[in-house]
T-cell receptor, first 118, second 113 residues
Framework: NAGVTQTPKFQVLKTGQSMTLQCAQDMNHEYMSWYRQDPGMGLRLIHYSVGAGITDQGEVPNGYNVSRSTTEDFPLRLLSAAPSQTSVYFC?????????????????FGQGTRLTVV | AQSVSQHNHHVILSEAASLELGCNYSYGGTVNLFWYVQYPGQHLQLLLKYFSGDPLVKGIKGFEAEFIKSKFSFNLRKPSVQWSDTAEYFCAVQSYNTDKLIFGTGTRLQVFP
């Protein structure tokens, strides 16, 4: 059981380049999300998905696109990288909406992708 | 909209000292509350969570947190910290309505032997 797998672990991009950060989970989780972690700012939600075919914006969505064609995968696309997107990116997944009757909503995180845009 | 405030940005303690990290959230509806820990160079791991019931919840490694609804707070406590508790601690809130999990800015804890 691999959990949440992110690739690549490290990436350097030039300004203006595009790339896709991959995220896959094998726990059949409905809910997946992308965060960026910056010093002093904690984790900020970029985009999230509550199931295949459904995505929504988080706190800082500009400059990023996502899609959710399968339950397992939730890639994050940078269309035109900017130095402000230098960050550590984390993908997370969970069973979904938290209620007292579905307590397994703990979010599991991937190992992170450290992205530098020069 | 949900928001989470962690007022302690950097805490330095000696081993065996007691710890309390503050967390306040802003949201009008029903929420789940979490504390996550990130050890140096690692990803986030769940420390403890509150969904309903007893407002005092116990987590791993001797940590506990108390949900005080009237104060919109979910403070993390540990009676006696260890050097191995050196890490960054994040409070997070998830609303029932939106599913979004929103994090605070984190508190960096350094414990010296």
């Amino acid at each position: 059981n691999a959990g949440v797998t992110q690739t690549p672990k490290f990436q350097v991009l030039k300004t203006g380049q595009s790339m896709t950060l991959q995220c896959a989970q094998d726990m059949n989780h409905e809910y997946m999300s992308w965060y960026r972690q910056d010093p002093g700012m904690g984790l900020r939600l970029i985009h999230y998905s509550v199931g295949a075919g459904i995505t929504d914006q988080g706190e800082v969505p500009n400059g990023y696109n996502v899609s959710r064609s399968t339950t397992e995968d939730f890639p994050l696309r940078l269309l035109s990288a900017a130095p402000s997107q230098t960050s550590v990116y984390f993908c997370a997944s969970s069973y979904g909406q938290g209620t007292p009757h579905s307590p397994n909503t703990e979010a599991f995180f991937g190992q992170g992708t450290r992205l530098t845009v020069v | 909209a949900q928001s989470v405030s962690q007022h302690n940005h950097h805490v330095i303690l000696s081993e065996a000292a007691s710890l309390e990290l503050g967390c306040n959230y802003s949201y009008g509806g029903t929420v789940n509350l979490f504390w996550y820990v990130q050890y140096p160079g690692q990803h986030l791991q769940l420390l403890l969570k509150y969904f309903s019931g007893d407002p005092l919840v116990k987590g791993i490694k001797g940590f506990e947190a108390e949900f005080i609804k009237s104060k919109f707070s979910f403070n993390l406590r540990k009676p006696s910290v260890q050097w191995s508790d050196t890490a960054e601690y994040f409070c997070a809130v998830q609303s029932y309505n939106t599913d979004k999990l929103i994090f605070g800015t984190g508190t960096r804890l350094q414990v010296f032997p």
